[in-house]
């Protein structure tokens, strides 16, 4: 089981982020456990959006990849507003991330389980609170 970033997930889109790593992350999607904090769906889907209003992406290639995220076989888990004012805040403040990323570090934290991102800022801030990072 691991935490699914965001970033990992769009790397799967465009061809000029893509690596060995980011694709054996798709596949390892598929075979182990993959979660996501709710804002992921929102987050990728946003940034497909953005790709095609920006001429990257074309309205058939946002479909495509929006049914590929879709049917990811990922967990969804929620986080109580309680949780984001008492443990996201003051984790996002310490690391200097926003209340976001730290959504996703404070997942890997509090399941004990290992972080997917590309995102540097979190990657530090994760290694620096005994998360393992992925891709190595």
């Given amino acids: 089981m691991f935490v699914l970033d965001a970033s990992v997930a769009i790397a799967w889109v465009f061809e000029d982020e893509k690596t060995p790593q980011t694709d054996a992350l798709f596949r390892d999607t598929w075979v182990t456990s993959a979660i996501v904090p ?28 929006a049914r590929v995220f879709a049917s990811l076989p990922v967990g969804i888990v929620e986080t109580p507003a309680e949780e984001v004012f008492d443990n996201i805040l003051p984790l996002a403040h310490q690391e200097r991330l926003t209340t976001y990323d730290a959504t996703y570090l404070h997942l890997a934290m509090r399941l004990k389980t290992s972080l997917a991102t590309l995102d540097e800022a979190l990657r530090n801030a994760a290694q620096r609170n005994g998360v393992e990072v992925l891709p190595n």
């Fill in 38 to 65: 709710e804002i992921w769906p929102l987050e990728v889907t946003n940034v497909l959006l953005t790709a095609e209003r920006r001429k990257r992406l074309s309205a058939e290639k946002r479909e495509e990849y």
